[in-house]
């Protein structure tokens, strides 16, 4: 059967993030120090410590540890780390966020935008101004910190195996205005070189399309699993089910078959970015 697991909303302000604000204050309180003490022992400002007491920014998992460690908690801060983290993630996007980071392939077709994992700072940070209804800026910021700390995926080693197929209609929609839509093409030229990565357009001219049912990511796990995930307006789910799963791998294949080339594809950006 599909995973269909329902996730508790970690928003700023709510559950896990209150949890361990409270901690992290009543380790300091104990330890006998004031949130500007805690600061300049971690490289944070007292501001910034507030924020993580009161719930109104995700602690990154460095800071954790440097905390736990210099208010001697004996690993009770360092044991949040891992649901902290997820608090990043709206709760849609958890359990694929956390296969993503472990995969050592993944194959992803996108119909709307540029993938998350290619998007520039500016593009995620306009598409998530897009977003209705409205995010609130402090959700805005964590999401887009979140969305490029997924992109260290790249510098992974192992080095994993990453293709993407991408419709030639997301590529000539200029989300956040013209500089926004230059640098995000631009750097997906510069992603394109690299030796693990494969970008490929499908041409608005193809007279056959295999993937009108819509997007999705294909990912296989260190210990052999094929998973798939998908979502449409925040209904996300994992299939684990080796039918439905071959499946779209199937799709993908003959997605890539009728999509630009590479080399084609990047010469399609090239010619873009000429146009413009």
């Given at each position: ?102 995969a050592v ?153 009728q999509a ?17």
């Open positions: 059967m599909d995973d269909e697991v329902q996730q508790p909303e970690y928003e700023v302000g709510t559950g896990m993030l209150c949890v361990f604000g409270r901690q992290l204050k009543l380790f300091r309180e104990r330890a006998g120090m004031d949130r500007a003490a805690l600061g300049s022992l971690t490289g944070y400002s007292a501001s910034t410590i507030a924020s993580f007491e009161q719930a109104r920014r995700i602690p990154p998992t460095k800071f954790i540890d440097q905390a736990d460690e210099v208010l001697g908690t004996g690993g009770v801060l360092s044991a949040s780390k891992e649901e902290v983290a997820r608090a990043q993630y709206p709760a849609f996007f958890r359990d694929a966020a956390k296969l993503e980071a472990e392939e993944l194959h992803v077709y996108d119909t709307q935008l540029v993938n998350g994992l290619l998007q520039t700072e500016e593009y995620a940070r306009a598409v998530f101004a897009m977003w209705q209804p409205l995010l609130d800026e402090a959700i805005t910021e964590q999401r887009v910190v979140a969305r490029l700390a997924r992109q260290e995926i790249f510098a992974r080693r192992p080095t994993p195996h990453l293709s993407f197929v991408i419709e030639e209609a997301v590529l000539l929609r200029p989300l956040g205005g013209e500089a926004v839509w230059r640098g995000q093409l631009e750097h997906l030229m510069l992603i394109a070189e690299k030796r693990n990565v494969v970008i490929q357009v499908m041409p608005l001219s193809r007279q056959e399309h295999a993937g009108l049912a819509g997007p999705f990511t294909l990912m296989e796990t260190k210990d052999g699993r094929r998973i798939a995930y998908t979502e449409v307006q925040g209904d996300s789910r994992v299939h684990t089910e080796r039918r439905k799963v071959r499946g779209l791998e199937r799709t993908y294949g003959i997605l890539r078959a630009h080339t590479p080399t084609e594809s990047l010469a399609l950006i090239e010619k873009l970015l000429g146009e413009r």
